[in-house]
T-cell receptor
Framework: QKEVEQDPGPLSVPEGAIVSLNCTYS??????FMWYRQYSRKGPELLMY????GNKEDGRFTAQVDKSSKYISLFIRDSQPSDSATYLC????????????FGTGTLLAVQP | GAVVSQHPSWVICKSGTSVKIECRSL??????MFWYRQFPKQSLMLMAT?????????EQGVEKDKFLINHASLTLSTLTVTSAHPEDSSFYIC????????????FGEGSRLTVL
């Protein structure tokens, strides 16, 4: 079993739709949870960064963490064609040099 | 946000040659940098953790003699792919975290290596 599971998609939605992206994980020691956006042939760009359980909102993006269920989500409201990219969840146990474990990424296409 | 720069962004080399990729943190110091590899349509796989002034820590299955990592300063880490083969063709991405602790991890733009 992988430490982090993420549906690879692809996920296609019409412009303006609400997008829900999810990851599950098996290691209860994870405390830091991140969502990255990666455009084709580019490095990942940090979208959201959360610690422990709870919600965090930033503009059209909302990240949710449910540690009891080992489940994290990213919601995108009013999706735009420019949101079309691969979205990667990542998590770590913490600590100065602690490594990130990534999901496989979900390819999102927002149709105009 | 903080900036991490990689060079070159794209390189083609012949089989058997060595290729060096640089990773620089432009506006912060990074005691630790991370090197990832990403194959097409796959996620990022951590190869090694680069520690300034000491030996890198390699993940299981990554050959340390093939992927040489040097973290010579607090703003520069290099990855050298030695005796490259076509199966080494991949997207190599570095990342760095300002200071210590659990702050945000910033990624470079990646370096695409094609070995002929």
């Amino acid at each position: 079993q992988k430490e982090v599971e993420q549906d690879p998609g692809p996920l296609s939605v019409p412009e303006g739709a609400i997008v829900s992206l999810n990851c599950t994980y098996s290691n209860s020691a994870f405390q830091y949870f991140m969502w990255y956006r990666q455009y084709s042939r580019k490095g990942p760009e940090l979208l959201m960064y959360t610690y422990s359980s709870g919600n965090k909102e930033d503009g059209r993006f909302t990240a949710q963490v449910d540690k009891s269920s080992k489940y994290i989500s990213l919601f995108i409201r009013d999706s735009q064609p420019s949101d079309s990219a691969t979205y990667l969840c990542a998590m770590s146990r913490g600590g100065a040099t602690n490594k990130l474990i990534f999901g496989t990424g979900t390819l999102l296409a927002v149709q105009p | 946000g903080a900036v991490v720069s990689q060079h070159p962004s794209w390189v083609i080399c012949k089989s058997g040659t060595s290729v060096k990729i640089e990773c620089r943190s432009l506006d912060f110091q990074a005691t630790t940098m991370f090197w990832y590899r990403q194959f097409p349509k796959q996620s990022l796989m951590l190869m090694a953790t680069s520690n300034e002034g000491s030996k890198a820590t390699y993940e299981q299955g990554v050959e340390k003699d093939k992927f040489l990592i040097n973290h010579a300063s607090l703003t520069l880490s290099t990855l050298t792919v030695t005796s490259a083969h076509p199966e080494d063709s991949s997207f190599y991405i570095c990342s760095a975290r300002p200071g210590t602790g659990n702050g945000e991890l910033f990624f470079g733009e990646g370096s695409r290596l094609t070995v002929l």
